[in-house]
């Protein structure tokens, strides 16, 4: 490995939003982004087909060519076809967009027309084979996939991630670092042996952790539960918190030596900064010591 491959990392992600007022805000997000150097920013998807080309590959576009700061762009495997999957990353390719994240997608009704690809594992393996130059990136889930029948089968279809293509894991968002840590080592066992990005969530306001504790399979620990029933009503002190709680992760994730902290900004530029404020010298040290 080379220093900056061996060395933690420090991404973003963001969605692409549906109004065009949205779109103007992001694209200031990014703007503010921009200055906190992040590894890379990765652009979201919705399911629908005829959108991605227009608000996925279109943010990493600006992301690419305007900021000049890596991007990767996610695709649904359940919402694609062959044809499609070679157009976008045709287009991709003209826009020096070398990135993917490919992942299944959430499954719903409107969905009528079947995929060519049933699983990520599919879209990966097609990717690998049609684009080669294409770097692949894939979704992991530290606390087991909601839909997977056990751990081990959870660990069996990341390891036909790896061996199909994927380079790299993305985690989704957890709020309790022994789970990944157990996670890692459970990936360790199995041979997958490639980079986990540890993704980091905070929850800064009442509305989110409400969302959250609706429909979130995440374990809740005892701490970040107290901090939910203190501060509810006090949307200062509750985004002081869960900044203070997600800052407390990173510190801890970069202590044992993550490969990376993937931070899901929810087109947040200060919650960004506050949290790189607070981190940028671990992330300075981590490069120093490798």
């Known amino acids: 490995m080379t220093k900056n491959e061996s060395a933690a990392r420090l991404s973003f992600e963001v969605f692409p939003p549906n109004t065009d007022v949205g779109t103007s805000k992001l694209l200031t997000t990014l703007d503010e982004l921009k200055s906190l150097s992040p590894s890379f920013i990765s652009v979201t998807c919705s399911n629908k087909r005829e959108n991605i080309e227009n608000t996925t590959i279109k943010v990493a576009d600006y992301v690419t060519n305007v900021l000049n700061i890596p991007t990767v762009a996610h695709l649904p495997a359940c919402a694609l076809n062959q044809k499609q999957v070679e157009n976008i990353l045709k287009r991709c390719a003209e826009l020096n967009i ?4 490919a992942l299944r997608g959430d499954l719903t009704p ?24 294409f770097k692949i990136s894939g979704a992991c889930y530290p ?5 997977s029948q056990s751990v ?5 279809y990341l390891k036909q991630k790896m061996d199909a293509g994927c ?4 985690s989704q968002f957890f709020l309790d670092n022994e789970c990944f840590y157990q996670f890692q080592e459970r990936c360790a066992l199995s041979d997958i042996n490639i980079p986990i990005l540890a993704g980091i969530m905070p929850i ?8 959250l504790l609706k429909t979130s399979h995440t374990h ?5 539960v107290a901090m939910l029933d203190k501060y509810e009503h006090n949307p200062i002190a509750l985004r ?3 900044l203070a709680y997600a800052i407390d992760q990173i510190v801890d994730l970069l202590t044992q030596g993550v490969s990376g902290i993937h931070l899901y900004t929810m087109n947040n530029s200060q919650t960004a900064k506050a949290i790189h404020a607070a981190t940028a010298s671990l992330f300075e040290e981590a490069c120093s010591t490798h």
Do not use: M, W
């Not at 070398?98 to 994240?101: A, M, T, Y």
């Not at 380079?167 to 993305?170: G, K, M, S, Y």
């Not at 800064?204 to 969302?211: D, E, S, V, Y």
């Open 98 to 101: 070398n990135r993917v994240l």
């Open 152 to 156: 081990i089968s959870d660990l069996h």
């Open 220 to 224: 809740l620990p005892r701490k970040f």
């Open 110 to 133: 409107d969905l009528s027309t079947p995929s060519d690809f049933k699983y990520a594992s599919d879209l990966i393996e097609f990717i690998q084979s049609t684009a080669p130059d």
């Open 204 to 211: 800064i306001n009442r509305k989110q952790a409400l969302r």
């Open 143 to 147: 606390e087991c996939h909601p839909e």
């Open 167 to 170: 380079q790299e894991f993305i």
């Open 240 to 242: 002081d918190a869960g």
